[in-house]
């Protein structure tokens, strides 16, 4: 087990960062480290000879790494590097997790037998190996034999060491010289044979636990009769040595064919003794030594030792995970704020521990309980540690070793680059007074500010850094206001001066572009944190970011506006605390009634379209007739309904008042709920009362043209049909649905009751009393309406507004009002754009327009989806409903293509190239082979069929460089297999099990294979490499190759994407998900010139990042309503497509100058001039929309 | 205003992958037995609780004659894995009295349960009052104490503790609404019982007093108010929805056994959902009945989806469950599916 760093100790060695202590030797140290990439290794550093004889030394310790270096590895722990020239001469292994043999007998004493065997054949494997190699361990012992989880290893191999070495340094490991051999007790010429000498002294130990030539285990010969007089003289070493050379060790705890083989072995004559191969040929009951055969063998054979004795020690990535694990969500999610404060960033990665000053972690970033908990978590696992008022990284190694932390920096490298400096600039300004002078300005505010506003992953701002970055943008814009009259100035002796121009306006011209660069950054930032307070203007302000400057944050902020479902914010005209409000049935007109009269106002165009005086002074509630014309206006206890184009009321006031009250379909009836809780429905042209429900406490009535729906305050309903002058008053109806409800509508036809009731909406048809349509699932609707003439129903459930197809009862969208107060006042309309648009009321007749589509095309392509593929360039979609064969489409026009393919429905589809579509039968095809289909997508016509021998059915399937790869299953999945399709020829391929996620690089010679056992399969060379994507708890879930094949882009579940090199499979970057948006990556897809990376999750979202700055592009669309099954950007690289599990297809533009288009027409213009003025008043006024 | 992603999930909450089949969980009547006799109608209600993917549910209720009436059932409540349905029927005072059937199907399944209908006279209700447990948060692993009192009308609204009744403790898990049977206590004197057992998952707790063998006729019965107990435990929560058919057919036929695995994933500020938990081993478990010995009849890996599906032989009557046991119980913890019983004729 390792123990923490002592204070002497070295915290980084090389590539190698220190992690803790694993033991101490005769030459030096042992450290537990971990490299850049985060693989555990183990580092001794070597205690220099020193004086004239070091030179010598380290030259001959590099020899031997060098030779070792050439030991096959079996039983052996590899070397990995070494530096001997260094100050502290150091050399890397294999990191081997458990513990040495000498600590696995002291715990679980002696070898029995079987154990004995494989041990003992394990370590004569070692040494075959190593003598292979011309190499000689020279001291083999206990200590150097690490009982791992697969079996022996022996250790510190090939390190050169001289008799003074093991003799006088003593008191650590080693200790003594017991398992030396007689001719190095004498000093003689030593070889190969002292390991095989070592071999039987160290499989004695393991069998009785003790050393074998220590007292009393080995009977020292007698002669003349009496006992070795000189022998009994010494004590100590000397008489261990004297043992050595003359005493017979007792081999009784040993069987055959051992005993044998240690006698032999310990020969006090090296000749005598057998060598390594012949040990091991012997062990393996073989008659002829050597050959790499026999030491796989041996190693096999040696595996099965493993498990029972090794308690490996757990790696630093475990504790942390461990400690980690440990806490309650909630505090896991602030651990990356706590952690990376504790990070300073190197340059390439080369980061390092900072210690923490407490009060800056108090200050706004975690409450201190939670603090407290993950500090004290983290630092009983020895994984931070505190100094007086600071908390620090206890090494730095757990930067690289937490795969998890290191995640964390990644994402957040470039952002922490600017925030230490601002960490200290906002300390040194606080400590100093809060001088305006230490405040940050030019491109340093710029820069943070950017960053602060739109680049942060984990890392939050504390309280003094943000009062800090809030003054010195206050500054900023002192100074601006400055430099505005600084400039004019400035113009003029530039006129002056323009005789020099050349230069000077090429100056002129970069200083421009730089302040135009910056001017857009700002403007982005600006557009994030206006977006959900002036939506419109936040739009504005994208296009003339983007216009101003390519950068990626102004194209991230125009992809945002086109994402944003809210399109913009309309006020009222000016009113009192004590105006009433309604709106018009598409949401157009807003009517106001305040202080003695009503505005008829138009919403979008705020200009007044109608009234009427001398309404009353202060009126309870207003209604507004679906087509804007009438309101009806209660007051003073009286109805009274008002004519708004002519301004005249329509008769005299009647009735008793309302406290909530609405307008029918055609804008005649008015359904009231009266004082007392009555329910009343009355004729809003004549004054007229046609029902009035007084016997139980009515909560709402709705009314269509022909009935009227009473809502009690017990969950019932009644509906009626109200008819005036009927003598025994309104007719009473069987109310559909058991007579309960918490919401009610009636379509505009008057035909369809929508009744809500629990989870779900249900309809019925009035006129025959039978159930019609579809259910509304799960929309728990507390309030409904019918919008769009019919064909939408919107549902509110006290939360959000769904909205819903009438007819298939799909739900289309869900949005959530910012702040409607008690049940809203949603209305929905056809948009412009075609897609449905929702208004609604906000407090203070502020009315709300929201884009229902939210800046993607939508094509419903089947009732729902099991697989998706899209061809190469998206030029088709293949989709495969449940029960049908695959539909193929063409997502540019969002057309379909003909009808399904065959019969069979498929379990996953891909396209080899753009005219041919492969796909597999979904599930398992009794008493049929299973095969792949290929298909000829331009006449969907059946080509050939691929049959995989054995499977019971194919999970996966992977295209790429005219290569198809199927994961077959039988019971389980079974080794992937991989034809040559211009060929027609199987490849061979190394077994390795094929999974659900694969992908084939784009020249068809790398084959990655997802899930928990991912790997690389290079399909010329026949190589696997396992793990290549590290360790990760849920597996790989998506995979893509970027255009070229050079990097690899693999999703996780709630960790983002891992972005890596394809040659080496080094990890350059991380797409990591914001705090508390983490979502499961299970679609990817490059645009063609590889610069952007879109992502999709099991939620429906889909994303785009920037793959250089690693960096989101713009909010998430939220647009599918189930599981991404297929991404794919267009070959030009101007729209990216998207199908999901819910049958639909998107389209989201990309080509920046198409989206500043489109955002231009959704925010109605660019900034106006006035806009610009106040907020570009760095450069000059420029029309940033084109006209229309 | 945001499209909130999770809300828009909420609407479509119910896992569609895996594809698991509809099963009825429970069936279950109150109050039983239905009291007759009275001045007024008795409106007994009829709860079913299914998995897997909506379903209507139909039903009849079979009285001691065998003569038929028809149920309507209306869904109540659902969570991402179980549907609640609900019917109502009022008992006359001409209701036939003795054991009555109610049978429910639901997506080719078929449920039932017996219930009596019993003369008020004689009849004396009971209930469950002061039904609490401790601690609360507690500790995955710890002891979880209830402790309540089963009372019977004495008087006109007097209540007296039952002594030496059988109360049977229910729990039924955060996003289920079906409840299992845990432990049974005795009552004490007073009619207060106590019991202990290890806290292992939140959810809601009941107990219930079943009017059984003596009592049958004397008392009703009767169902604590729910209580919630959270455990405080380290790895996330899985859970197995799991079906398998045919339910019923000759000895060594094949059933089919499908489900999907899941993991609760909670993120920072959003509320929790339910991920597919691919590759991952689960195992089939399969106990004859009566025999008491469960074994191991096969294993599958989950894909992507979480979806696992097995073909095994039905050897003989019994019940089948499916069993994750984590490899990193740190990270993600075991857990193990309903049990399914399937018959052999």
């Known amino acids: 087990m390792a123990t923490v760093l002592l204070p002497g100790d070295p915290r980084r060695l090389g590539g190698y960062w220190l992690a803790g202590r694993l033991g101490e030797g005769g030459q030096g140290v042992v450290y537990e480290a971990y490299d850049e990439a985060g693989r555990r290794v183990a580092v001794k550093v070597l205690r220099p000879a020193g004086g004239p004889g070091d030179a010598r030394a380290r030259a001959r310790f590099a020899k031997e790494v060098a030779a070792a270096r050439r030991v096959a590895p079996f039983c052996t722990a590899r070397v990995i590097a070494a530096d001997l020239e260094g100050p502290q001469p150091y050399i890397v292994s294999e990191f081997v997790a458990g513990p040495s043999l000498r600590a696995a007998v ?41 009982i791992g989880p697969d079996g022996p290893r022996v250790i510190d191999f090939g390190i050169a060491r001289t008799a003074d070495m093991s003799l006088t340094t003593t008191g650590h490991v080693a200790g003594t010289p017991a398992f030396m051999a007689p001719e190095s007790v004498l000093g003689a010429r030593t070889g190969p044979a002292v390991d095989v000498w070592a071999w039987g002294a160290v499989t004695l130990f393991a069998a009785t636990g003790r050393e074998p030539f220590a007292e009393g285990a080995a009977r020292l010969p007698v ?3 009496g006992p070795d007089a000189a022998g009994q003289a010494l004590t100590g070493v000397a008489a261990l040595l004297h043992r050595i050379l003359a005493a017979e060790p007792d081999l009784t705890a040993l069987g055959e064919p051992l005993r044998g083989l240690v006698a032999r072995a310990l020969d006090k004559n090296p000749e005598a003794r057998p060598d390594a191969d012949t040990l091991l040929a012997t062990l393996l009951g073989h008659s002829s030594p050597g050959g790499a055969a026999l030491l796989a063998e041996g190693t096999r054979t040696a595996e099965g030792l493993g498990p029972s004795r090794a308690v490996a020690p757990p790696s630093l990535a475990a504790v942390a995970e461990e400690a980690y694990g440990a806490l309650v969500p909630a505090d896991q999610a602030l651990v990356p704020r706590i952690l990376l404060r504790m990070v300073a960033p190197g340059e390439g990665g080369d980061d390092l521990p900072r210690p923490v000053p407490e009060d800056e972690l108090l200050d706004g970033v975690v409450d201190r309980e939670t603090a407290g908990r993950v500090l004290s978590g983290f630092a009983r696992a020895d994984l931070v540690v505190r100094e007086g008022e600071t908390v620090a990284l ?54 943070a500010l950017g960053w602060a506003a739109t680049a942060r992953h984990h890392v939050t701002l504390n309280t003094l850094e943000k009062a800090f970055l809030d003054a010195s943008r206050g500054l900023a814009r002192v100074r601006a206001r400055r430099r505005r009259r600084l400039t004019a100035v400035l113009a003029a002796l530039v006129a002056v001066t323009a005789a020099s121009a050349g230069l000077a306006l090429d100056q002129k011209s970069s200083a421009e572009r730089q302040r135009d660069v910056a001017v857009a950054r700002r403007l982005a930032a600006l557009a994030e944190t206006s977006r959900s307070s002036d939506p419109t203007r936040a739009m504005a302000l994208s296009v003339a970011a983007w216009r101003l400057a390519g950068v990626p944050e102004a194209r991230a902020a125009l992809y945002s506006s086109l994402a944003q479902p809210l399109r913009r914010i309309d006020p009222p005209p000016p009113v009192t605390a004590g105006a009433r409000f309604d709106l018009s049935g598409d949401g157009r007109l807003l009517a106001v009634a305040d202080a003695g009269r009503a505005v008829l106002w138009e919403v979008a165009a705020h200009r007044v379209a109608g009234g009427a005086r001398g309404i009353g002074p202060a009126p309870d509630a207003i209604a507004l007739s679906p087509d804007g014309r009438r309101l009806a206006v209660s007051g003073g206890g009286r109805l009274r309904v008002w004519d ?29 709920l009266a004082p007392g809780h009555r329910g009343q429905v009355w004729d809003a042209l004549r004054g007229a009362e046609l029902l009035d429900v007084r016997d139980e406490r009515a909560e709402g009535v709705v009314v269509s043209a022909r009935h009227a729906a009473v809502l009690l305050d017990d969950g019932r309903y009644r509906l009626y049909e109200p008819v005036a002058g009927r003598p025994r008053g309104p007719r009473r109806l069987p109310a559909p649905g058991g007579g309960r409800a918490d919401a009610i509508a009636f379509s505009p036809d008057g035909r369809t009751i929508a009744v809500g009731r629990g989870e779900d909406v249900r309809f019925w048809d009035l006129s025959t009393g039978r159930r019609r349509g579809s259910v509304l699932e799960g929309a728990s609707a507390v309030w409904l309406a019918y919008g769009d003439g019919g064909r939408l129903v919107l549902t509110f459930d006290g939360t959000g507004a769904g909205l819903w197809r009438a007819d298939g009862g799909g739900l289309l969208a869900y949005s959530t009002p910012e702040d409607t107060t008690g049940m809203p006042d949603i209305r929905v309309a056809a948009g412009a754009a075609g897609g449905p648009v929702l208004r609604y009321l906000l407090s203070g007749g502020r009315v709300a327009t929201v884009d229902a589509g939210a800046g993607a095309r939508s094509t419903v392509v089947s009732p729902s989806a099991v697989a998706a593929a899209f061809a190469p360039g998206a030029r088709t979609l293949a989709v495969s409903p449940a029960g049908k064969g695959p539909l193929l489409w063409d997502p540019a026009r969002g057309v379909g293509l003909g009808p399904p393919l065959g019969g069979t429905p498929s379990g996953a589809l891909a396209f080899p190239d753009v005219r041919t579509l492969a796909s597999v039968p979904a599930g398992e095809a009794p008493g049929h082979a299973t095969t792949v289909s290929l298909w000829s997508v331009p006449d969907g016509r059946p080509l050939r069929r691929v049959p995989v021998a054995g499977a019971g059915s194919v999970g996966g399937l992977a295209v790429g460089g005219g290569v198809l790869a199927v994961a077959p299953v039988a019971e389980d999945y079974e080794p992937v297999r991989v034809w040559d399709l211009a060929r027609g020829a199987e490849i061979p391929v190394p077994r390795h099990s094929g999974w659900d996620v694969m992908a084939v690089s784009p020249d068809g010679r790398v084959l990655a294979i997802g899930g928990r056992d991912a790997a ?23 995979i893509a190759f970027s255009p070229g094949g050079s990097a690899i882009a693999t999703g996780f579940h709630e960790a983002g994407v891992g972005l890596w090199d394809a040659r080496t499979l080094r990890r350059t970057g991380t797409l990591a998900p914001e705090e508390g948006r983490f979502d499961d990556v299970v679609a990817l897809a490059y645009s063609p010139d590889g610069r952007l990376i879109a992502t999709g999750g099991t939620s429906g979202e889909v994303r785009v990042w920037d793959a250089g700055t690693r960096s989101p592009l713009g909010l998430p669309y939220a647009v599918h309503t189930g599981r991404v099954l297929a991404l794919a950007f267009g070959a030009d690289g101007r729209y990216l497509y998207s199908a999901g599990q819910d049958g639909t297809l998107r389209r989201y533009t990309i080509d920046p100058e198409r989206a500043a288009d489109e955002v231009c027409a959704r925010a109605g213009g660019g900034l106006g001039d006035d806009d610009w003025r106040r907020l570009v008043p760095e450069a000059p006024y420029r029309k940033v929309c084109r006209a229309t | 205003m945001t499209i909130i992603r999770h809300l828009l999930a909420r609407l479509l909450r119910r896992p569609v992958a895996g594809a698991a089949l509809v099963e009825i969980e429970s069936v279950e009547v109150d109050p039983d037995p239905v009291p007759i006799g009275g001045e007024g109608r008795v409106v007994a209600t009829f709860e079913v609780v299914t998995s897997g993917p909506s379903a209507e549910v139909k039903g009849d209720l079979v009285a001691p004659d065998g003569s038929r009436t028809g149920l309507g059932f209306e869904r109540e409540e659902r969570t991402p894995f179980e549907e609640r349905w609900r019917a109502g029927h009022a008992f006359g005072r001409d209701a036939a009295a003795g054991t009555w059937r109610v049978v429910v199907g639901a997506g080719g399944v078929t449920g039932e349960r017996e219930f009596e209908v019993r003369f008020e006279e004689g ?10 447990l401790s601690p609360d948060p507690v500790d995955e692993g710890n002891r979880l104490t209830f402790s309540g009192r089963l009372e019977a009308v004495t008087g006109k609204e007097d209540w007296g503790g039952l002594p030496g009744r059988t109360v049977a403790l229910l729990f039924r898990a955060d996003d289920l609404l079906s409840r299992t049977e845990v432990a049974r206590v005795v009552t004490g004197r007073s009619g207060r019982f106590e019991a202990t057992v290890t806290a292992t998952e939140s959810g809601f707790w009941s107990a219930e007093f079943r009017a059984d063998a003596e009592d049958r006729g004397r008392l009703t019965a009767a169902r604590s108010a729910e209580v919630h107990s959270a455990v405080n435990a380290a790895g996330a929560q899985t859970k197995i929805t799991y079906s398998a058919r045919p339910k019923s057919g000759r000895r060594n036929r094949q059933a089919t056994h499908i489900g999907t695995l899941f993991v609760r994933v909670q993120p920072a500020g959003q509320p929790p959902r339910w991920d597919p938990l691919p590759q991952q081993r689960v ?22 989806d979480g979806g696992f599906r097995l073909r095994e032989k039905v050897p003989s009557t019994g019940d089948w469950q499916v069993r994750f046991d984590s490899q990193s119980p740190a990270q993600r913890r075991s857990c193990k599916s309903p049990a399914r019983r399937l018959t052999t004729n």
């Open chain 1, 106 to 146: 002291a715990r679980d004493g002696p070898y029995g037998p079987g154990e004995l065997h494989r041990l003992a054949t394990g370590i004569a494997t070692a040494l075959a190996a190593i003598h292979g190699a011309s190499v000689v361990h020279r001291d083999l012992k206990p200590d150097n034999v690490l």
């Open chain 1, 1016 to 1038: 690389l399969v290079d399909l010329a060379t026949g190589t696997v490499t396992g793990r290549p994507f590290g360790p990760v708890l849920d597996g790989v879930r998506s």
């Open chain 1, 223 to 225: 002669r003349g009769g």
């Open chain 2, 283 to 304: 195992r089939l478990w399969f106990d004859p009945s009566g025999a008491g010995a469960e074994s191991v009849r096969g294993s599958a890996t989950t894909g992507s």
């Open chain 2, 123 to 132: 009849l004396r209700r009971s209930r469950i009052g002061g039904f609490e």
């Open chain 1, 644 to 672: 708004l184009s002519t301004g005249r009321p329509l008769g005299p006031g009647f009735g008793n008042g309302a406290l909530e009250m609405t307008f029918g379909p055609d804008g005649r009836r008015l359904a009231v």
């Open chain 1, 394 to 447: 206890a090494a730095s190694a757990l930067l690289r070793a937490w795969p998890r932390l290191r995640e964390w920096v990644d994402a957040d490298r470039a952002g922490l680059r600017v925030q230490r400096p601002l960490t200290e600039a906002a300390r040194m300004w606080d400590l100093h007074g809060r001088r305006p002078g230490d405040l940050y300005q030019g491109t340093a505010l710029e820069t």
